[in-house]
């Protein structure tokens, strides 16, 4: 994974405990090692909010201060599902950028996590890729 549009390549390795809350609502618990030491730990709820006729969510961890708020649409092949986000930008922490993580099933178990960061011109960054596979 890149840890920011500038940044070099990184692999680090990670656990995640994901579970539904009911029938609307899944809950992610990660903890990885960050490169250069240290764990994060992190939290990510996505569901559908029928009034909205939206998936909605949210990410935290501990390396910030800062809740993202997801929205987003399932692709019409329904394996990906983008949710958009405004955050601190990487550059100047008082600016907001626009961020999107992308979930992809990629199969029964097996899915990845795509970070990206939009561009001035509308296009996508990806600077971060996540890959989960099931332990049995």
């Keep these: 994974s890149v840890m920011g549009p500038d940044q070099p390549p990184t692999k680090f390795a990670g656990v995640e ?9 899944l809950l992610c618990e990660g903890r990885c090692e960050m490169p250069g030491g240290g764990m994060m730990e992190s939290r990510m709820t996505v569901g559908f909010d029928p009034r909205k006729k939206r998936f909605v969510g949210t990410w935290i961890g501990t390396p910030m201060a800062y809740m993202f708020v997801y929205e987003g649409e399932l ?5 990906q599902l983008p949710l958009t986000t405004p955050g601190p930008s990487f550059t100047d922490p008082s600016k907001t950028d626009i ?7 990629q199969g029964p178990d097996a899915r990845a996590l795509y970070a990206q960061l939009r561009r001035p011109d509308g296009s996508w960054q990806r600077f971060m890729t996540a890959r989960y596979t099931r332990v049995k």
């Design 17 to 25: 405990k994901a579970q539904m809350l009911g029938d609307l609502w």
């Design 75 to 79: 692709s019409a092949d329904g394996r």
């Design 99 to 105: 961020y999107q993580d992308v979930l992809e099933i």
